[in-house]
């Protein structure tokens, strides 16, 4: 089992910034060997993705809404993944979830369904 606790989530104007980041624990593996992601939800929308990161900690991956705006990155010595987020707009807004999971390739980090353990989320409020 991992736990994932994330934070740093809240409200902000548009055009801020806001940093999270997702602490797990209570794993058997070395965290290094995940694969991580994060998703958001958004009030009356469904779960996407968002960003991902490979165990190698390389080869990040953004959704196009993101892209040139969030920098996903992770710190295996302090098992964290991080997702910093500038420029934000309204459209943010939403729940943030990180996820861990096998090593998968990029485009199936994509897929929620793909991940083992979720995290309890942290809201994004951003205002216009």
């Known amino acids: 089992q991992v736990q994932l606790v994330e934070s740093g989530g809240g409200l902000v104007q548009t055009g801020g910034s806001l940093r999270l980041s997702c602490a797990a624990s209570?794993?058997?593996?070395?965290?290094?060997?995940?694969?991580t992601g994060w998703f958001r939800r958004a009030p009356g929308k469904e779960r996407e993705f968002v960003a991902s990161?490979?165990?190698?900690?390389?080869?990040?991956d953004y959704a196009d809404s993101v892209k040139g705006r969030f920098t996903a990155s992770r710190d295996n010595a302090k098992n964290t993944v991080y997702l910093q987020m500038n420029s934000l707009k309204p459209e943010d807004t939403a729940v943030y979830y990180c996820?861990?999971?096998?090593?998968?390739?990029?485009?199936?980090?994509?897929?929620?369904?793909?991940?083992?353990?979720w995290g309890q989320g942290t809201q994004v409020t951003v205002s216009s």
């Open positions: 996820a861990v999971g096998p090593q998968i390739s990029s485009l199936l980090r994509r897929l929620w369904n793909r991940y083992d353990y």
């Open positions: 209570g794993s058997g593996r070395t965290f290094g060997s995940y694969s």
């Open positions: 990161i490979s165990w190698t900690n390389d080869s990040p």
